[in-house]
């Protein structure tokens, strides 16, 4: 198989305006801090977001169910009552099932006073590192009380006090500090067992990320497996595949197909590239095979998914889940 030139296939919004103008959801009053109610974003807001990287930080709180989060390594459902982490970089896409009540919140490092490279960074922000649970399940109290400060957050950016983005970023400490206290509350209520579980997954994750097309240091020139991996991790394929399905509940299978699957809905959706050509980028021996796959997985051809994609991503919401 002949080696291609490393291209980058996934979006990178270098600023809050192109994830604004991208998602379709509204105008960003600027490109270093943003919050705005989730149930007042634009009508014309896309359904469907295929994988991008942002360059900033990113909470959205939301009050009641509605998102389907499709990140390279998982995929799961907002509730009523949780809180999802993005940080600059990190590879994720969703689907919207419904209006959403709740509150995006977009800000840059350097407006909130964030260094990622401090050796206290993750210990500060331990739900902005790679690897990190990418969404956090509230009590009904606690979300009471993050919305209390979100609230006043949006008074704030309505004001004309010359010194409000000084209240904003004194506020937005305080989000981050509530925000912190309640993650490692919960990850105290779990048991050794449940955590070491976890561990178990951020190393899983991270060594099939390496076999991401675009990832930096991508070394790989075969398609992930179950016996490639678990051998990374020194374990055998039969105990990978146990440990992964007691804590999630699929197979690592699963968890590599569902992240090549991701990998192809891209490609289809944000390239020009043949079906022969994605199925080479992603280590499939031959273009059929790669047909099988995607639609054993999803039951239609990548060409026909790439067509019913192409006109989701510009469905405007149906104005009768308002």
Known sequence: ??????????PWFDTISDFF???RIGKA???????????DQAKGKLLFMPLFRGNFFRLVICKTPGLRFLLPDETFSTSSN???FTYPGKIESWQR??????????FTPEFAGIDPLKPLFEKDFPFFVNGANS???????????IGHTAEALLDEMKSSNADHFEMIQHLLKVLLIQVRRLYYKDKEAKTDFQLKQASLMIRFRNVLNAYSIDAPTAKKEQRPSVR???AELHLTPSHLNFLIKKYTGHTALYH????ILLEAKSLLTHTDLQVSEIADLLQFNEAAYFNRFFKKMTGMTPTAYRDDALQLMWRPLDTRNR
Request: aromatic residues 12%; charged residues 25%; contains cysteine.
């Open 256 to 259: 590599i197909n569902e992240k």
């Open 228 to 230: 490639s991996i678990a």
């Open 82 to 84: 949780s809180i999802y």
């Open 97 to 106: 099932v419904e209006t959403i009540y709740g509150y995006l919140i977009c």
């Open 1 to 10: 198989m002949a080696k291609k030139n490393k291209q980058v296939y996934i």
């Open 21 to 23: 103008d991208t998602f």
């Open 135 to 145: 969404i956090l399940r509230l009590s009904q109290a606690d979300m009471d009380a």
């Open 29 to 39: 009053e600027n490109n270093f801090f943003t919050i705005m109610r989730m149930e």
